[in-house]
């Protein structure tokens, strides 16, 4: 049957009624005027206590809340090397087991000598080891969150490939979305298998470092709300955090903090940062870090590229060079001018690895050809037919 | 002498070629050669287009106050690779090994992914020594109209035979010839092709 489309455009009108832009209005004044009178020295000794258990992914303030810092000039001679992915699987309606991960990448060179690279590595995985976490008693595929994490490790190893085509010596490596593997911190992660995907990782990481070429990822419209949950904690009236035995929550009825729920870091930086501005830098205190090297740790900064509120995350060793993280600052900003809001060199790296519907087909197609060459029928789930022949 | 594309669409009529220069296909008229084992086919470009390579991904406005025109392709690089410049050709000939020209078509079309090669001074001279293939360009569905294209490449081959008058008589009357029942027509390729 058709959408019921008067029933959601009442629905619609209703949710549109719902929201209250002057109430969100109100509760931004409170979480700015928070980041302007929060003594971040006082937060870090809050979150440094080993007894605080606060309830939401939190920011470190290694800085400043409010410090900016203006548009540094950006090089006249640089490359930006972005690496992006796509895939293709697993179905669990097919007879095998496979998935096919597409990893694009382009090398942009602006300046004296402009130029481009861009290129694509396609592959498929099907064996026991790389689509189940554990191989040997075929359990936990690799789908959802791990795949995600596995196309990120293939993104990172494309980006240290691709640097063979940077000429230039001012390079930035960026990648679209975290640096944060937050997949490899679900219940059901041994440690063994942790290692298996965030050991390629981690040497590539460490390559970008050997080079000198600052990494960056890029998220454009960010959700993450780490600094205003900072600000819960600057509000906390308990001695030590832990929002688990909040005691306002039962004197108040609520917390004190909760003023500032719902509301996201981008709301607060897009008041907060002029065109061209970014904020100070913050580490990420995401569990998963743990297992980084100390160099790699992920730090954040928000960066207003004039069209959005991007949030770009580098790790340390970029975080703790102002000269590498005003490279980074001032190329992804003239790569966002470029690109009318988002950078260029992702939007190729996209471009190169995005597969398509015809792809997706033709993939099927040489999977069921083949498998019928070693007298294996391809038959799928009945439902995932049903679904396909729709039947009257 | 120079390759100067790649075949991409072929059928018995004709080809698309990919340019190696952006921007850049070989002249409107201008006469060019695929050569297959020991046969070479000769055929006049009828069309160019530059186009994005992912026909999902239209060209979209880039210039600003300080950049524009040529500075535009010094700024974002990737539109090398992005774009592509293609041109259509008209089959008008063919010789085999060292035989004469025929002005025909070819027996078969010219294969996918073949080189498309500029003629040299003397092929031109040679294959456009005989005019009977104006028949061939005449009807030749290339996407431009009729009138305009065989003036456009009567005007390229008078320059190619270095303005070379006598040709140029003999190839206005042999569209007169050949369009002496349409009048608005033969006056418009005259006109086109007056030195």
């Known amino acids: 049957m058709p959408l019921k489309l008067d029933v959601i455009a009442r629905a619609v009108q209703e949710m549109a009624q719902a929201f209250d832009g002057d109430e969100r209005r109100e509760r931004l004044d409170v979480a700015l005027e928070r980041l302007r009178s929060t003594d971040p020295a006082r937060v870090r000794g809050r979150l440094d206590d080993p007894q605080a258990r606060p309830g939401w992914l939190v920011a470190y303030p290694e800085r400043t809340f409010t410090k900016t810092y203006p548009l540094p000039p950006c090089p006249t001679d640089f490359t930006v090397i972005a690496a992006d992915g796509s895939s293709h699987g697993p179905d669990r309606h097919s007879p095998v087991r496979f998935f096919v991960i597409n990893t694009g990448y382009a090398v942009l060179t602006y300046g004296r000598q402009p130029g481009a690279e861009m290129d694509v590595s396609s592959r498929l995985y099907y064996r026991d080891e790389d689509v189940f976490i554990e191989p040997r008693h075929h359990t936990f595929p690799v789908e959802g969150a791990i795949l995600a994490v596995k196309m990120a490790v293939d993104e990172m190893t494309a980006l240290v490939d691709a640097t063979t085509a940077v000429s230039q010596r001012e390079a930035v490596a960026i990648r679209d979305g975290t640096l944060i593997l937050w997949g490899l911190d679900n219940p059901g992660i041994t440690p063994e298998v942790r290692e298996r995907f965030l050991s390629p990782y981690r040497d590539a990481m460490r390559q970008l470092q050997g080079m000198g070429i600052p990494l960056a990822a890029y998220i454009s419209y960010p959700n993450a709300d780490d600094v205003i949950n900072t600000l819960r904690v600057g509000m906390c009236p308990d001695e030590v955090v832990v929002c688990g035995r909040c005691r306002t929550k039962e004197t108040e009825g609520q917390p004190r903090c909760a003023v500032l729920a719902t509301l996201v870091d981008r709301y607060l930086f897009a008041r907060h940062l002029k065109d061209g501005e970014r904020s100070d830098i913050f580490r990420s205190l995401h569990p998963v870090l743990k297992h980084y090297d100390k160099e790699q740790i992920v730090y954040f900064f928000y960066l207003n590229v004039g069209e959005e509120i991007a949030r770009v995350e580098v790790p340390a060793w970029v975080a703790e060079s102002p000269r590498l993280l005003d490279r980074v600052h001032a190329i992804i900003y003239d790569q966002c001018q470029r690109g009318g809001g988002y950078p260029p060199a992702l939007v190729e790296a996209h471009e190169q690895a995005v597969i398509t519907m015809a792809d997706r087909q033709l993939i099927e197609e040489m999977v069921t050809r083949e498998l019928a060459g070693h007298s294996v029928i391809y038959t799928r789930s009945e439902k995932d037919r049903s679904k396909r022949v729709r039947g009257v | ?195």
């Open chain 2, 1 to 195: 002498m120079a390759r100067i594309g790649e075949i991409v669409e072929t059928n018995s009529l004709g080809f698309v070629a990919e340019s190696f220069e952006l921007h850049r296909p070989p002249a409107l008229g201008s006469l060019v050669r695929v050569s297959v084992d020991d046969r070479s086919l000769y055929a006049v470009v009828s069309f160019g287009a530059t186009t994005g390579i992912d026909p999902g991904r239209r060209a979209v406005r880039r210039s600003t106050e300080e950049v524009f025109d040529e500075a535009i392709y010094r700024e974002h690089p990737q539109l090398e690779r992005t774009l592509r410049t293609e041109f259509q050709a008209v089959l008008v000939g063919v010789r085999e090994d060292d035989g004469p020209m025929r002005q025909v078509l070819p027996p078969q079309p010219p294969p996918l992914h073949y080189s498309v090669w500029e003629c040299t001074a003397d092929e031109v001279c040679a294959f456009t020594e005989r005019l009977v293939y104006f028949r061939l360009l005449w009807h030749a569905n290339g996407g431009l109209p009729a009138d305009q294209l065989l003036a456009a490449h009567i005007r390229a081959i008078y320059a190619a035979r270095g303005d070379d008058l006598g040709w140029l008589e003999g190839a206005a009357r042999e569209v007169a010839t050949l369009l002496r029942d349409d009048y608005d027509s033969l006056m418009s390729v005259l006109q086109g092709i007056e030195p």
